[in-house]
Nanobody, 124 residues
Framework: VQLLASGGGLVQAGGSLRLSCALP????????VAWFRQAAGKEREFVAS????????RYADSVMHRFTISREYAKTTVHLQMNSLKPEDTAVYYC??????????????????WGQGTQVTVSS
């Protein structure tokens, strides 16, 4: 299963972008969908996640109150609305799907389906 990430681009600091992750071929109701990001020379890190059933969300401290993750039932798609972007948000963003338990939600190893990544560049 290949997730389909889109919506990246170049934006000035303080601007906004919305990323989307389409999830074809997955019985999504039992999954959690997450966004991770990887900046050049750094490890891939957790950004946000949402449980499809119930909609509970979690965020990394670095994006809290700036980013919002949501799900769109009709298109089986998860969005990441990113506001007040900072240069340090520059990275390749990946969406992923899995069935983590609460304690593993932020771990890459808890997710087994991944998208191809979309580049987000924030200029100062």
């Amino acid at each position: 299963v290949q997730l389909l990430a889109s919506g990246g681009g170049l934006v000035q600091a303080g601007g906004s972008l919305r990323l989307s992750c389409a999830l074809p071929g997955i019985t999504i109701t039992t999954y959690t969908v997450a966004w991770f990001r990887q900046a050049a020379g750094k490890e891939r890190e957790f950004v946000a996640s949402i449980r499809w059933s119930g909609g509970s969300a979690r965020y990394a401290d670095s994006v809290m109150h700036r980013f919002t993750i949501s799900r769109e039932y009709a298109k089986t798609t998860v969005h990441l609305q990113m506001n007040s972007l900072k240069p340090e948000d520059t990275a390749v963003y990946y969406c992923a799907a899995g069935r983590p338990i609460t304690s593993t939600t932020m771990l890459r190893s808890a997710y087994y389906y991944w998208g191809q990544g979309t580049q987000v560049t924030v200029s100062s």
